[in-house]
């Protein structure tokens, strides 16, 4: 716990990782105890029917089926963008992604865009107002393209939460 910092850990019944997915869970559990680290075992869970995997929301956020990827993670599907490097772009600012989150198909979406605070925001203003823009995205060729006022906004951006 040390080392990673982790203290709890929950999978499905049908964990599995490692070559050939030889570690399953009874071998995470024999892991887990000797580092402090509670480990449980979750029923699967089922949505219209079907269980919940990470697949199924990742299939569901690439079809750009928002409000069911929403359903199924009990939250809103957020791309987080800490780090990626903005350029502007014919009056956009986009971002090359690199990294195994999953973004939509191409395409153009509605989005909240969540800001870093800056030392210029001020606590009587309305913070959540000055670090959240409602904008459009575009998603092409693993590149998120923002409608935003200047690249100080963009060299802002944490977060992208696309509406459903």
Same mark, same amino acid.
């Given at each position: 716990?040390?080392? *990673? =910092?982790? =203290? ?28 402090? @680290? ?8 089922? &949505?219209?029917?079907? %269980? @919940?995997?990470?697949? %199924? @929301? !990742? ?15 009990? %939250? ?23 990294? %195994? ?9 509605? #989005?909240? #865009? ?21 904008? =459009? *995205? ?16 963009? *060299? !802002?951006?944490?977060?992208? @939460? &696309?509406?459903?």
């Amino acid at each position: 716990t040390d080392e *990673c =910092g982790m =203290g709890f850990i929950v999978e499905g019944q049908d964990f599995c990782c490692g070559y050939k997915g030889a570690f399953k869970m009874n071998e995470l559990a024999s892991f887990c105890k000797p580092l402090g @680290i509670e480990c449980l075992c979750k029923e699967d869970v089922l &949505f219209e029917g079907e %269980r @919940i995997s990470s697949s %199924r @929301i !990742r299939y569901a956020v690439h079809q750009a089926d928002f409000a069911t990827a929403s359903k199924m993670m009990g %939250r809103s599907f957020s791309y987080d963008c800490t780090s990626l490097e903005w350029k502007e772009e014919n009056g956009f600012y986009s971002a090359c992604t690199f990294s %195994r989150q999953v973004l939509p198909k191409d395409g153009k979406y509605d #989005v909240i #865009v969540k800001l870093t605070a800056t030392a210029e925001d001020s606590v009587e203003l309305n913070a959540v107002a000055l670090n959240t823009l409602h904008t =459009g *995205c575009l998603v092409e060729k693993g590149k998120i393209m923002l409608f935003l006022p200047t690249l100080a906004f963009a *060299c !802002r951006v944490k977060e992208i @939460i &696309f509406k459903e």
